[in-house]
């Protein structure tokens, strides 16, 4: 029996203290190495300050690593994937089975995160958290691309009638993600991608972001798949009357997650948990992953050091999503489709960061005179 199968069977006594043992152990990001890498910055072939957001960067991922000179290749994407009850009330432009028929496009290496993570040279890993087919039989055809299978079950229930899952279920799918992530870093990844697909995940994700960002439904809805007009204000009704039944603890991430999340945004709470314990960065793709990292912030603060935000989504709750985190987004090119997308185009900036570090000249080193 592997570890993610007895916990399953586990007390949610049990599992809370397993998902508390891994919490207690995220501690904040090094700013005596943050401060080193800054002094050091400053001694390379540049006027001071003259790359701008790049030195920023390589500063926060020095703080991150505890290494001067930090390393963030290779680069793991890590795609969770379930099914969302409220998908059957119609919040989303497509049909519950689309998720697991993307699912077979990202093992086909068809994707758009498979096209980007080609790019960058990275494995993508796809998590069954919760799909509501039977993936067993299921193998992928992209060299590059693997499949895990921990569903915990098929798809979340409807939260318009009762808790999208029980407590147990929530922990041991953040358990699921903190074992995926320490696994890929053990396979040598140096940074964390997370992606999600689901369809229905945009509803739970506002819900979410609502509760934890004090913001209203309206503020944080957007139109996910690309619904508008009267099925926006639609999806938007049928939020506020989830929150209004389960009433979540706003300040319990947990029970937030619990009552109105999905499996997938448990999942990347879990590896965004992961990458925080092992000191590598998580590089946060949109509107979902940010719910997840809000779940993630709840739980314990220091986890927000160790996140990099990819770029800017569309999903107008994005942008409440990352000023409650504090962070800038890398890129802003309007995009919404998800599966880790985003961050992937953003990577090659982390990487330029951690090149840029490593292998300029010094003043010293090129021979060329400093300013006075």
Not at 106 to 133: K, S
Not at 218 to 229: D, H, L, Q
Request: with cysteine.
């Amino acid at each position: 029996m592997s570890s993610i199968e007895e916990e399953s069977t586990a007390t949610e006594a049990e599992l809370t203290r397993q998902l508390n043992n891994w919490l207690e152990r995220v501690e904040p990001t090094d700013d005596a190495v943050r401060s080193e890498a800054l002094a050091y910055i400053d001694t390379l072939t540049k006027p001071p300050g003259s790359l701008g957001g790049i030195e920023q960067l390589v500063v926060d991922l020095a703080g991150i690593t505890r290494e001067v000179k930090p390393k963030v290749s290779p680069a793991a994407v890590i795609v969770m994937a379930a099914d969302h009850g409220i998908a059957v009330e119609g919040v989303s432009a497509y049909p519950q089975e689309v998720t697991a028929q993307m699912v077979a496009n990202f093992l086909q290496g068809g994707a758009a995160i498979n096209v980007f993570a080609r790019q960058i040279g990275a494995e993508v890993t796809v998590v069954d958290m919760g799909v509501a087919a039977n993936l067993e039989a299921w193998t992928p055809k992209d060299t590059m691309t693997r499949l895990e299978l921990h569903k915990i079950r098929k798809g979340t229930a409807n939260m318009l009638s009762e808790a999208a899952m029980t407590r147990s279920e929530a922990i041991t799918a953040i358990l699921v993600g903190v074992e995926i992530a320490e696994n890929a870093i053990k396979r040598g990844a140096k940074c964390i991608i997370p992606g999600e697909m689901g369809i229905g995940n945009t509803t739970s994700s506002s819900a979410i972001v609502a509760l934890l960002s004090g913001h209203s439904v309206e503020a944080v809805t957007g139109p996910g798949t690309g619904i508008e007009g009267e099925r926006l204000l639609f999806k938007q009704r049928l939020i506020e009357k989830a929150i209004a039944l389960h009433l979540p603890d706003q300040k319990d991430g947990l029970d937030v997650l619990m009552k109105v999340g999905g499996l997938e945004i448990a999942g990347i709470t879990g590896l965004i948990i992961g990458a925080a314990v092992y000191r590598i960065p998580v590089l946060l793709d949109g509107f979902i992953c940010g719910a997840a990292a809000l779940v993630a912030r709840s739980l314990n603060l220091y986890t927000v050091d160790y996140m990099v935000a990819g770029h800017l989504s569309l999903e107008p709750g994005h942008r409440i999503v990352l000023e409650v985190l504090g962070k800038k987004p890398l890129l802003q090119l309007q995009l919404r489709l998800g599966e880790g997308s985003g961050a992937a185009l953003a990577y090659p900036l982390l990487e330029a960061a951690s090149r840029m570090i490593s292998e300029m000249a010094t003043f010293q080193s090129a021979g060329i005179s400093d300013s006075n």
